[in-house]
């Protein structure tokens, strides 16, 4: 069984920044690539950012393009979402969750959440105005 565990998400003010963590653990999945999303109350999931096995490859949402950045520590089994700049609108529960191939498909493929076996149970991000 695979578990991924989502942490760092919290309550911040408009303009501030916070950073999620997601563990994978448990069975080996061998390589896998990652993504992240999110949920507002009301709304469908969406998708925000995606990184390859490598980290050489990775793919944002146009919304947090320039405010988010993602990145692993394979060592650690660990993804990483830094959140700077954060609006209201970023306001939601955010989602981490893997993919059993090393390499990112097609943008318009890794923003759907087919290619992703695995999730997170998420962790809420409140901005404030």
């Known amino acids: 069984q695979v578990q991924l565990a989502e942490s760092g998400g919290g309550v911040v003010q408009a303009g501030g920044s916070l950073r999620l963590s997601c563990v994978v653990s448990g069975r080996t999945i061998g390589t896998y690539s990652m993504g992240w999303f999110r949920q507002a109350p009301g709304k469908e999931r969406e998708f925000v950012a995606a990184?390859?096995?490598?980290?050489?490859?990775?793919y944002y949402a146009d919304s947090v393009k320039g405010r988010f950045t993602i990145s692993r520590d394979n060592a650690k089994k660990t993804v990483y979402l830094q959140m700077n700049s954060l609006k209201p609108e970023d306001t939601a529960v955010f989602s981490c969750a893997a993919s059993p191939r090393p390499h990112l498909g097609l943008l318009t493929t890794m923003k759907s959440q087919t290619p992703y076996d695995w999730w997170g149970q998420g962790t809420q991000v409140t901005v404030s105005s």
């Open positions: 990184i390859s096995w490598s980290g050489s490859v990775t």
